[in-house]
């Protein structure tokens, strides 16, 4: 295990001694030397996360393309918001953050003379099971995930914001990332209380991430495969994600809520297992939410939410509940 993780430590090691430490030395900030590593630790990590996703995704958009584009342009924002989030903005969050929230928390809680809450205080039976501890926390995020999802369709203003991840007409493995900074924020505040209430070691969290994202970014790839009957209701595939896309395309509401498991949509009768590779899109997103800049799409999402909460303009995302 040691020998598989040391090319990581290696080049984090370097990052950290002639990027890192000098950066924080010139803006005085060497008290986050150590969260700091954390962080360069886990940016390699999501780089090589992003190399073997495209290693394995590009092989199969090639051989088997839904749609092909003689103008892909619009694809290479989603490559700058997925280098963005997995190398810089998801270590931070998920490593960084989230380990220093985790110390705070577990030292007022024991202060108090409370214990920690973790998942094996409720399910005794799990302590020393960490295979099967880690596939529980999968399946509790995966279902958060779920609802926040389907929220953000619900509620208008915050539909405003996820519009910018359906605006893209281009769908492919790098849009999964294509989200606005405020619904990113949210999100990550949402997963984040989640991982605290169930106990999820800071170590493990950002690997948690790291695998449920990987799932997330095939589920957008434009490819024409699917798991076959029992296998698409286990796991996302790209064919049950496109339909998520491609209804709300065609002015439908939405389906196929889930991340990477299909039973919360099974469950909640929100699942459509019928919809062959359709095409997507958002026809009430403003065209620059589509296919402009990185920052003309971030300030379309906030001007999207604005004209929303001010209840004129937007078109509404679903027959959602007045905010
Ligand atoms: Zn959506
Ligand atoms: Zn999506």
Not at 72 to 80: C, E, G, N, P, Y
Not at 155 to 181: I, K, V
Not at 276 to 287: C, H, I, L, R
Request: net charge negative.
């Amino acid at each position: 295990m040691d020998s598989l993780t040391y090319p990581f430590d290696l080049a984090a090691g370097w990052l950290q001694e002639h990027a890192i430490l000098p950066a924080l030395y010139a803006l005085g900030l060497m008290n986050w030397e150590e969260v700091a590593y954390g962080w360069a630790l886990f940016a390699v990590y999501g780089a090589t996360q992003v190399v073997v996703t495209y290693a394995i995704c590009l092989p199969l958009e090639r051989w088997r393309p839904v749609e092909r584009w003689p103008d892909s342009r619009a694809v290479t924002v989603d490559i700058f918001y997925t280098l963005l989030s997995r190398v810089g903005l998801l270590p931070l969050m998920t490593f960084v953050l989230f380990y220093r929230v985790q110390v705070f928390l577990t030292g007022w809680v024991t202060d108090n003379g409370w214990v920690p809450p973790t998942i094996e205080r409720v399910f005794p039976f799990l302590l020393g099971q960490p295979v099967l501890t880690f596939a529980i926390y999968v399946v509790i995020l995966d279902f958060s995930e779920y609802w926040r999802h389907r929220l953000s369709h619900l509620f208008d203003w915050w539909y405003s914001l996820h519009s910018l991840h359906h605006a893209q007409r281009q769908m492919t493995f790098w849009s999964d990332d294509r989200n606005h900074l405020l619904d990113d924020t949210i999100g990550f505040v949402w997963f984040m209380a989640v991982a605290l209430l169930i106990g999820i070691p800071p170590m493990q969290f950002p690997l948690l991430v790291l695998l449920l994202r990987f799932v997330e970014s095939l589920s957008h790839a434009n490819v024409r495969l699917w798991f076959g009957w029992l296998g698409e209701r286990l796991v996302v595939s790209p064919r049950f994600h496109r339909a998520h896309h491609g209804l709300m395309a065609a002015g439908l509401a939405s389906v196929n809520y889930g991340g990477v498991l299909p039973w919360w949509d099974m469950l909640f009768r929100t699942a459509d297992f019928g919809h062959d590779y359709v095409p997507t899109g958002d026809p009430s997103a403003e065209e620059v939410l589509a296919t402009g800049s990185y920052a003309a799409q971030q300030a379309a999402g906030v001007r999207r939410m604005v004209r929303t909460v001010a209840g004129r303009g937007a078109e509404p995302a679903a027959q959602s509940d007045p905010v």
